[in-house]
């Protein structure tokens, strides 16, 4: 089966420009993750879709990061405006039905802000 | 917060010898445990898990004991291969929801 889908795989812009991220998972997959990886740290949760629904975005920075799964497929990730903090590589990762709770993920945006 | 601390790298062997990675965690009520390993240039793979107290989760010669005692799950590998070399992370699964809390990660380097 195919594998978790992103792109692009590396962006660089300039401070205060505006970025978009996209993320088609596994077929099947309901549930949708966007994690942020700082250089150095571990993934973080940034937003969690249910089918098209959010159930979790309370570590999303809201006056600038939104999220979107409009048909419950794929889903894109966008900031704006963008700070130099945000530099980092962004992970999408998707989880199936029943009670196996793995997650498979996708290569990751690597995002430079200048 | 549920949380992980696992020990700062880089972790240097030489090919054939033991390895453990430690790791431990803070959660409230039952969470599952996981490690996940990045090679260079990949996304992150599930490399072994474990759901319950005493369960040991196992893959490709790693091994790790969830141990509610001591709130660890160590990583171990008997001998080590230079295609081991990659960054690992240890995580658990925290709230209603599955999101996984991830370790800062430590990354492994074998050498010949």
Same mark, same amino acid.
């Given at each position: ?35 942020? &990886? ?11 879709? &249910? ?64 | $917060? *549920? ?5 700062? $790298? ?41 759901? #319950?107290? *005493? *369960?040991? $989760?196992?893959? #490709? ?6 141990? #509610? ?7 171990? #590998? ?5 295609? *081991? ?9 925290? $709230? ?17």
């Amino acid at each position: 089966e195919a594998g978790v889908a992103q792109s692009p795989r590396y962006k660089i812009i300039e401070k205060r420009q505006s970025v978009a991220f996209w993320c088609n998972p596994i077929s099947g997959h309901a549930t949708l993750y966007w994690y942020q &990886q700082i250089l150095g740290q571990g993934p973080k949760l940034l937003i969690q879709f &249910q089918n098209n629904g959010v159930v979790d975005d309370s570590q999303l920075p809201k006056d600038r990061f939104s999220a979107e799964r409009l048909k419950g497929v794929d889903s894109t990730l966008k900031i704006q405006p963008a700070k130099l903090e945000d530099s980092a590589v962004y992970l999408c990762a998707g989880q199936g039905p029943g009670g196996n709770n793995e997650q498979f993920f996708g290569p990751g945006t690597r995002l430079t802000v200048l | $917060g *549920d949380s992980v601390t696992q020990m700062e $790298g880089p972790v240097t062997l030489s090919e054939e010898a033991f390895l453990t990675i430690n790791c431990t965690y803070t959660a409230t009520g039952y969470p599952s445990l996981f490690w996940y390993v990045q090679y260079p240039g990949e996304g992150l793979q599930l490399l072994l898990k474990a759901t #319950k107290a *005493d *369960d040991k $989760g196992s893959n #490709k010669g790693f091994e790790a004991t969830y141990r #509610k005692e001591t709130t660890s799950f160590h990583l171990e #590998k008997g001998s080590v291969q230079v295609s *081991d070399s990659a960054v690992y992370f240890c995580a658990l699964t925290s $709230g209603g929801y599955n999101k996984l809390i991830f370790g800062a990660g430590t990354r492994l380097a074998v050498h010949p």
